[in-house]
């Protein structure tokens, strides 16, 4: 994954028509792996609309924030080009999501509990959103394409424990006396293993059950998920 820092562009001052198009231009002079994060006061779907149809294959979507007031979204240009897999789209949001937590502990280290909790809060909203477009759509793709339920019951009752920590961290990481680093500690114990697993198992094997243009597809579902 690209370590590039992403650059800001404020639109709250645009309505969603003027706003999509000054983020289009943003995106297209982005080099492969830069990354603009947009912020808006609407909605950006139809941001991701019009990326979907005219820029389809050539971005990461990544929401920080989905509002009501204030919507944040991570733009990034695609290292490679066409079709996708689940592989890489889900690997991927894995890599930024580790980066996104580790950012947030950085700054608690530093002792900037605001950008902290912050930081965190973002991570949390991806993590959250990561779990249900598994659960809504890949398991049951999954599921129905293999005949097999017994893997993906294992990662829903691994996500319930995933997100009981998520939540425990989030209400205390900008708190300078809470204990976040014991609770990061067990999170990591389940998280990590997990996510081998995904990747070495169950995204591959979704590959392999689906055609080439049904992996597209089902990215682009992933991609317009709203939990």
């Not at 991570?74 to 079709?83: I, N, Q, V, Y």
């Not at 005949?147 to 997100?163: F, K, L, N, Q, Y």
């Amino acid at each position: 994954m690209t370590t590039l820092s992403a650059v800001t562009l404020d639109l709250r001052s645009l309505d969603a028509g003027a706003a999509a198009d000054r983020a289009l231009s943003a995106f297209d002079a982005l080099e492969p792996g830069g990354r603009v994060e947009v912020v808006a006061r609407a909605s950006l779907r139809p941001l991701l609309e019009r990326l979907q149809a005219e820029r389809s294959g050539q971005f990461e979507w990544s929401p920080l924030a989905d509002g009501p007031e204030l919507f944040r979204v991570e733009l990034a240009r695609r290292t490679a080009s066409g079709e996708r897999s689940v592989s890489e789209a889900l690997g991927y949001d894995h890599d930024r999501l580790e980066e996104l937590e580790a950012r947030a502990f950085e700054a608690r280290a530093a002792g900037r509990f605001a950008e902290a909790a912050a930081t965190y809060a973002a991570f949390a909203l991806g993590l959250r959103r990561h779990i249900g477009f598994e659960e809504d759509l890949l398991f049951p793709e999954y599921e129905r394409r293999s005949g097999i339920a017994g893997p993906t019951a294992v990662m829903r009752v691994e996500h319930r424990e995933i997100e009981s920590l998520l939540d425990a961290i989030e209400a205390v990481i900008g708190d300078p006396k809470a204990n976040a680093d014991a609770l990061r500690a067990d999170l990591h114990e389940v998280l990590t293993g997990h996510n081998v697993k995904e990747e070495r198992i169950l995204y591959p094997g979704a590959d392999r059950l689906m055609g080439r243009d049904e992996r597209d597809e089902l990215v682009r579902r992933i991609q317009a998920y709203r939990r």
